[in-house]
């Protein structure tokens, strides 16, 4: 089992910069992908960026392509997310994900076993 923490949500204004921080516990060791998504109102859990552990290849959606950034420290155990250059159009509930090493593409939620509960970043104008 993988336990998994985010935190770092807040609201922020337009053009300011966020880092999330996702402390993983468990079988950590184990993991081969680690990722956020993020989920607005009304929408569809998005994917917004990953990180093979193995390598540390980082994969980043288009829509923050630029603005967002995925590291981890894997002596800490904790997955971050670097937002800068906030868009009111980021507001949703972010989620950190970990994967075993299923098939899937990185950028599909099927592909991670454990999920954190999640933090509301609010970007207002």
């Known amino acids: 089992q993988v336990q998994l923490e985010e935190s770092g949500g807040k609201l922020v204004q337009v053009g300011d910069s966020l880092r999330l921080s996702c402390l993983a516990s468990g079988r950590t060791f184990a993991l081969d992908t680690m990722g956020w998504f993020r989920q607005a109102p009304g929408k569809e859990r998005e994917f917004v960026a990953s990180?093979?552990?193995?390598?540390?290849?980082?994969y980043i959606a288009d829509s923050v392509l630029g603005r967002f950034m995925i590291s981890r420290d894997s002596t800490k155990n904790t997955l971050y997310l670097q937002m800068d250059n906030l868009k009111s159009e980021d507001t949703a509930v972010y989620y950190c994900?970990?994967?075993?090493?299923?098939?899937?593409?990185?950028?599909?939620?099927?592909?991670?076993?454990?999920w954190g509960q999640g933090t509301q970043v609010t970007v207002s104008q």
């Open positions: 994900a970990a994967s075993l090493g299923r098939r899937q593409s990185a950028s599909d939620t099927r592909r991670y076993e454990y």
């Open positions: 990180i093979i552990n193995a390598d540390n290849g980082v």
